[in-house]
């Protein structure tokens, strides 16, 4: 995020969401497989809507989806689909909750050969974004430039999630492992 509009996300609002998005989560590593899972679902579902929305949805996203468990959404069922699809909580589109459920079913295959979805990304990086983009295109669905990139940024696989002289800049680095 440049700098402007990290000075402009800290004088909003604090019941605004991008305040608390922006200072606690976006751009911290994240070392749980499920929220990683968690995070991507929320940057899929996020394509073609404003992040704000999804902030404001993301508890009833979470609800919907297991609590982000890869285990239970990779078992999700038609039924589940249906429901899903009838949830007006969350976003309601087909590509995007099949999305979910095979990507789940795909970062289950990647527990097994890697260990865990969050080794899996460490094994590959660090990639460019380009790198990143094609792996991604190739491994999920519904994984485009933008959204890899965002979910690779805010789980800090890749910089730019905030301007060097944003106040958070400092605790993103402090939070880090000293390879990334």
């Avoid at 751009?27 to 968690?38: A, E, H, R, T």
């Avoid at 508890?59 to 078992?75: C, M, P, T």
């Avoid at 099949?98 to 970062?107: E, G, K, L, V």
């Avoid at 669905?141 to 800049?169: Q, R, W």
């Amino acid at each position: 995020m440049t700098n402007s509009y990290c000075i402009a996300v800290s004088k909003m609002d604090s019941d605004n969401p991008n305040v608390h998005y922006h200072d606690h989560e976006y751009g911290f590593p994240i070392n749980s497989d499920d929220k990683l899972f968690g995070r991507l679902l929320l940057e899929i579902n996020q394509a073609g809507l404003s992040w704000l929305l999804i902030l404001k949805k993301k508890e009833n996203i979470r609800k919907a989806y297991a609590d982000f468990s890869i285990e239970e959404v990779a078992s999700f069922t038609e039924s589940d689909r249906t429901r899903l699809l009838n949830d007006e909580g969350i976003v309601r589109n087909k590509l995007k909750v099949n999305a979910a459920i095979y990507n789940a079913q795909t970062i289950l295959k990647l527990q097994n050969g890697f260990g865990s979805f969050k080794a899996w990304l460490d094994h590959n990086h660090p990639n460019t974004k380009e790198e990143w983009v094609k792996l991604f295109k190739k491994t999920f669905k519904f994984t485009g430039g933008e959204i890899t990139n965002e979910f690779l940024m805010s789980c800090g696989y890749l910089k730019g999630a905030h301007d060097t002289l944003c106040p958070v800049y400092k605790r993103i680095l402090d939070a880090k492992p000293a390879w990334i």
